[in-house]
């Protein structure tokens, strides 16, 4: 299959405008099931090494959502220890954990054998697991909805709550999907100044 230049402008539109959404932004409307299908094999298509496909999804209940928050909650006034040279850091919103409509924790699954190109590279399989979550965000962004990455968990806290044993899985990300108010023309960290965009040229090692 061949795609047009018109395809390629629409990819670059969808890419250029995806943005992190946080709970400023959701809106109360449900995403229907076969979205969330849409979205969910959009990842099965991510690459992986040596085709492990080693993500794995929870879609987290309300109950666990809940429990979520309530640990979001602590770690974030725990954080903003690190960040007291700018006050700003506190009145940030950093999650959309309850006002999204779908929240869903992102596993990696451990091989039980050997995975072609894993032997050196160990973490090349937790790659794949964030290439699946890219393919996510950028297919609920082309169907209108946003996604926001949360990261200020401990990981050993959301196993606890998920009842996920870490001898088996590693907890990659959690994720919040819903429809937005809007979203915004640049990253909101770029808007509040908190960090400047780079340039080509700064992403280049090669003197
Ligand atoms: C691995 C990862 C973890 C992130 N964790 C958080 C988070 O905990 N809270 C948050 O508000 N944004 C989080 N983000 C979103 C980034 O802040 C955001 O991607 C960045 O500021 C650029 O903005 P944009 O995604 O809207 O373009 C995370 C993004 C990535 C890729």
């Not at 709970?23 to 969910?40: E, Q």
């Not at 090494?49 to 909650?73: A, C, L």
């Not at 220890?81 to 919103?93: A, E, G, S, V």
């Not at 032997?119 to 962004?141: P, Q």
């Amino acid at each position: 299959m061949n795609f047009t230049k018109k395809d390629l402008e629409t990819l670059n539109q969808i890419i250029a405008s995806r943005r992190d959404v946080r709970g400023n932004n959701f809106i109360n409307k449900k995403i229907s099931k076969k979205k969330l299908t849409a979205i969910l094999n959009s990842a099965l298509h991510a690459p992986s090494v040596g085709y492990s496909q080693p993500w794995r999804f929870v879609i987290v209940d309300d109950v666990k959502r809940e429990k979520v928050y309530k640990h979001f909650s602590k770690s974030f006034e725990k954080s903003k220890l690190r960040f007291r040279d700018k006050p700003i850091y506190n009145t940030l919103k950093l999650e959309g954990i309850k006002e999204s409509n779908i929240n869903i924790a992102v596993y990696y699954k451990k091989p039980t054998k050997n995975v072609l190109g894993q032997t050196y590279m160990k973490r090349s399989g937790e790659y794949s697991v964030v290439c699946a979550i890219l393919n996510m965000w950028l297919t609920a962004r082309a169907m209108n909805i946003g996604m926001g990455w949360v990261s200020i968990l401990k990981p050993k806290k959301v196993n606890k709550i998920f009842d996920i044993d870490k001898k088996d899985y590693k907890f990659i990300a959690y994720l919040c999907f819903g429809y937005t108010k809007e979203f915004y023309d640049e990253p909101e960290l770029k808007k509040l100044k908190w960090e400047k965009e780079k340039q080509l040229q700064e992403c280049l090692l090669n003197k």
